[in-house]
């Protein structure tokens, strides 16, 4: 084999354009194939025990099952009309001749680099790798994704009679698959995982899978897709250190209050009421990011309330529950430590919804101890709640109503895959390429503790 010349390098001086992707040490990779099956087999392993076991009952996916009612509407106004149909494909057949003409001007000799069909986003992190436009196959993928891409968000975005939820709800779907078919989500298609699979000679695949195995383990039976690493973390040691104390325990809350740090403190103090998909310190990170810190700071006597994680003891517990077991007691609890009746309060959250419902229902019955109150990130008029109400229509609150008269409550890992889905291009596939394609744990952040 001759050797290459120079315009057959990278252009960082290294290895030649085709010697990056080829394999250096055969045996070693294919040690490393077979461990890596040997850690897919613990992986279904994890999957497959507890549903033997009897301890997960699958359902069909009501997500999926939405989808596709979705798309189907979708796709009747397309296919209903022939005319309309071809100027579709049309329109996708056009584009992809300009990405086809374009690779074969990028590959020929002395010609002027094209300028691109489709540009990405700004801001999309996904194509960055210089690969991405200097290699003519990695350039072809990636145009002729965003090509597709688009073609079927204006495919939604032209459907005439659709009612706004199924516009919404098609909008919603669309991203969700072009986020999931990304050439960046594949080794084979990804310039970078497909240079750092060779280079480690899959070693990376080894540690990915191995990841994935633990995290299915950790879901017990469902991926609890790890987003951070936690090991740095230790209450009350570097999160959570603002000094404070239990006052006060229901069947579902903790009413924690705070240790003051000025001479004196304002008359009227103040409760929290944050949400229960989050953990009480959600507001005290660490003395850098805590507001609880702060306002202490100002004088204020703080009081969080510290929301259980439920199981099937707290299946009849509903929001009323909440309300008077949670925020009511902790005025309660505020009342008794201080002899105040006033309170200022705050709602974070869902944690905020709930506290704008729990006024009216005070005001109603001439409780008004509550004299302010502050809402954090609250919606409370869920007519423009964006792209939750994906999740909020009758067939999926019906779904989601069946699920939890079987257990009790809402297992956390559907809550987390449905909110990773409302920015899956940010919040899950970079972290299924992070840990199970690079083998890379994920950096510790606090926030999500």
Known sequence: ?????????????????????????????????????????????????????????????????????????????????????????????????????????????????????????????????????????????????????????????????????????????????????????FILTNPELFRETVASNGENLVRGMKMLAEDIAAGRGDLKLRQADYTPFEIGKNIATTPGKVIGRSDVAEIIQYDPVTETVLKRPLLICPPWINKFYILDLNPQKSFIRWAIEQGHTVFVISWINPDERHGAKGWEAYIREGLQYGLDMVEKATGEKEVNAIGYCVGGTLLAAALALLAQEGDHRIKSATFFTTQVDFTYAGDLKVFVDEDQVAAVERSMNEKGYLDGTKMAIAFNMLRSGDLIWPYVINNYMRGKEPLPFDLLY
């Open 1 to 185: 084999m001759s050797k290459p010349d120079d315009s057959d390098k990278a252009e960082n001086g290294g290895p030649s354009a085709i010697e990056q992707y080829l394999v250096k040490d055969p045996e070693r990779f294919a040690l490393n194939m077979a461990r890596m099956i040997e850690q897919a087999g613990k992986a279904a392993s994890a999957w497959t025990e507890p549903r033997e076991k009897g301890e997960v009952r699958d359902h069909v996916a009501e997500p999926v099952v939405d989808m596709v009612k979705t798309f189907s509407k979708l796709s009747e106004y397309w296919l209903g009309d022939p005319q309309r149909a071809l100027e579709a494909q049309t329109r996708l057949f056009a584009g992809y001749m300009t990405v086809w003409a374009n690779a074969i001007q990028k590959v020929t000799p002395n010609a002027e680099a094209p300028d691109d069909a489709v540009k990405p986003e700004r801001g999309d992190k996904r194509f960055q790798d210089p690969e991405w436009g200097r290699n003519a196959f990695f350039d072809f993928l990636k145009q002729a994704y965003l090509v597709t891409s688009r073609w079927a968000n204006e495919l939604v975005e032209h459907a005439e009679g659709l009612d706004e939820h199924t516009r919404h709800k098609a909008s919603f779907y669309v991203k969700q698959v072009s986020n999931a078919i990304a050439p960046s989500n």
